[in-house]
């Protein structure tokens, strides 16, 4: 465990471990399997790089992610850390080369990909070398339920086999039990040390809103929190990423659509783009994201609602990995409730899946509606306590107001009844507020009881309210014709006066949550700025000579201590966190005199 530390502080620039870290290396080091649950930005790597730094043979990584092999090896080699990959982008001589290197014990990591892994040739190679472990990322793959199924992944068992004496290590970000189940069955984890860390992502600011004009919405957004910063742009559709990412390209951000109907060179060249360049954004399907180790993302919004909870934590948890303050921040509308439960109706899939589908929009809805902490739910919704509040997401920072909504409740639902159960939200609206209109003359809904009986509301009110009463299961919306309301079993208790219902008041967080704006922990002085803009600055460059990403050379949270510590040798700089000694070493110098350019500078002014 020594060399471990000196390998944490010398090779990687960082004083401590964090969460299991030091377990997880201490099972591998003694020859012991591990399976690891660590949320996204963990820091799940480190657990089988150091290893593979210490023992002797090389660290065979096992990774689906062919596009991002590349930057991966690429920032160990920044680190002065033997790194390959082998996948089928590398001409023949490239794959000869590495292969080799295996054999001649040049390499202290190699990544592949899983179905090179289990080639013959691979197989017949691994035996002839000395291997330090095998750790198998994304092991969740290995799921069927999920939503990353690669078959290849059921094979891997056969490293067990054929390698009984070389370590093993699984690593996910997946929380849920099932998963976690499966992953030990199908790669015979069974005596494997099993490392759990909490979910929470505190630095990840969490806020929902509903209502219209999502776009004008997230544009304000942007601009309050976010004008120069990268970040990932959640929509339902194909065509709805490219609209919006040409909007906002009007608006003078760069911004890329990515989706599975795009061009497979489109879809690289965008995801370097936002890999490479310093604030791009990204508007993508679900299609993007996975493995993105970009560690300074720091927003992801959602323009519609995503299909479930696990879903919606998965694509948040990509911002701020590198534990900066990070937003998630997501709008809905009653039109995506509506059109996402016809979709699930319409689909071809069997009663159970509809069934497991329906019921997970309804939890994700029960968070969109929470008046509590958010992220107490979420945690809550993976098995987790937490102790109290968080004090970092809307709900927290700006506690809804609620009302008393029992009557205005009871006067939507028999309005739904009386026009019997056949009508979409905006007719049943016209008939509340007792709108003149031909089609309801038609229908002779201007004679019923509850025609005009809600003019103390606005169209904008009740559609609040109707949202609401959807949300929380009082209505159904029905799948074969166009959006109809119709009443569930849980609207009678209602109806009766049975039970009171509380309602949130329509929110207009988006002026008051500026003077809210929590400081990050590592925010820079107004003094401190230009400095760090001048490292950012040089940092580019330096990224762009090398082709590599920028936080391959630096990470921000480093550059932002830079600017604060105002390092002045090599010693000060060296004990600055992200700086090893290969870093020191190649940048030291560079960095310094930034450093004291701008000192100077600022003395002489
Ligand atoms: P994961 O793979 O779990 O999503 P990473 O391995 O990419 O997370 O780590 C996330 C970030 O945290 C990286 O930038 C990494 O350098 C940093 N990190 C990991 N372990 C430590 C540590 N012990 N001290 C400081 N930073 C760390
Ligand atoms: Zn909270």
Redesign the pocket.
């Known amino acids: 465990m020594e060399r471990a530390h000196e390998v944490?502080k010398r090779t990687?620039g960082?004083?401590?471990?964090?969460h299991h870290?030091a377990g997880v290396i201490e099972s591998l080091l003694d020859g012991r399997d591990a399976l690891v649950l660590?949320?996204?930005?963990?820091?799940?790597?480190?657990?089988y790089q150091i290893p593979s730094l210490v023992r002797e043979g090389t660290g065979i990584v096992v990774s689906p992610l062919i596009a991002l092999m590349q930057d991966q090896v690429d920032a160990l080699r920044q680190l002065g850390v033997r790194a390959a990959f082998l996948n089928s982008s590398q001409d023949r001589e490239t794959q000869r080369q590495v292969e080799q290197a295996l054999l001649d014990g040049a390499l202290e990591l190699l990544y592949v990909a899983p179905e090179r892994l289990l080639s013959g040739r691979m197989q017949e190679l691994l035996e002839r070398s000395r291997l330090a472990l095998f750790a198998i990322?994304e092991a969740h793959c290995v799921s069927q339920w999920g939503h990353d199924f690669r078959p290849e992944y059921q094979q891997l068992s056969i490293l067990q086999e054929r390698f009984p004496g070389v370590p093993r290590i699984a690593?996910t970000?997946t929380a849920d039990p099932r998963t976690r189940a499966e992953i030990i069955e199908q790669l015979n984890l069974q005596q494997a040390a099993v490392f759990v860390n909490s979910f929470d992502r505190p630095n990840i600011r969490y806020a929902i809103s509903e209502g219209q004009n999502a776009r004008e919405r997230l544009w304000r957004f942007l601009e309050r929190e976010h004008p120069q910063d990268a970040g990932i742009v959640y929509c339902l559709s194909r065509r709805k990423t490219e609209d919006t990412a040409a909007w906002l390209q009007q608006r003078g951000r760069v911004a890329l659509p990515y989706h599975a109907g795009l061009p497979e060179a489109k879809r690289r060249e965008h995801q370097a783009r936002f890999l490479r360049e310093e604030g791009v954004i990204i508007v993508a399907t679900i299609a993007f994201g996975m493995g993105i180790?970009k560690?300074d993302v720091r927003f992801v919004a959602h323009l519609n609602l995503p299909r479930s909870i696990e879903a919606y934590y998965q694509e948040t948890g990509r911002a701020g990995?590198?534990?900066q303050p990070a937003n998630a921040w997501m709008a809905y509308s009653l039109q995506d409730v509506i059109m996402l439960r016809q979709m699930m109706n319409d689909s071809e899939a069997d009663e159970q899946f509809k069934r497991i589908a329906h019921h997970k929009l309804e939890t994700l809805l029960g968070l969109c509606e929470l008046t509590t902490c958010r992220r107490q739910a979420l945690l809550a919704y993976f098995g987790e306590t937490a102790p109290g509040p968080c004090g970092n997401c809307d709900t927290c920072l700006q506690p809804p107001q609620t009302w008393d909504g029992t009557e205005a409740a009871q006067k939507a639902l028999s309005c739904v009844y009386r026009t019997g159960q056949r009508f979409g939200v905006n007719y049943v609206i016209q008939v509340l507020t007792g709108k003149d209109d031909e089609r309801i003359r038609r229908n002779r809904h201007d004679r019923i009881s509850t025609f005009g009986i809600g003019r103390e509301h606005s169209a904008v009110e009740w559609r609040n309210i109707i949202r609401q009463l959807i949300a929380q299961g009082f209505l159904d919306v029905d799948a074969e014709g166009h959006g109809g309301l119709r009443l569930t079993g849980k609207a009678r208790p209602l109806l009766r006066g049975e039970v009171q219902l509380q309602l949130r008041h329509q929110p207009r967080p988006e002026k008051k949550a500026v003077q809210k704006k929590a400081r990050a922990p590592v925010d820079l002085e107004e003094a401190d700025l230009p400095l760090f803009e001048a490292l950012r600055q040089r940092r580019r460059e330096l990224a762009r000579e090398q082709g590599v990403p920028p936080?391959v050379i630096f990470?921000d949270s480093t550059l932002r201590e830079m600017a604060q510590l105002r390092p002045r040798d090599e010693d000060a700089l060296g004990s600055i966190?992200?700086v090893g000694e290969r870093k020191l070493e190649r940048f030291g110098g560079i960095f310094l005199e930034v450093i004291r350019n701008h000192v100077e500078e600022a003395r002489s002014a």
């Open positions: 944490l990687f960082y004083s401590g471990f964090r870290q660590m949320p996204t930005g963990g820091g799940k790597s480190l657990c990322d690593l970000a180790d560690p990995r590198d534990g936080y990470h966190s992200g």
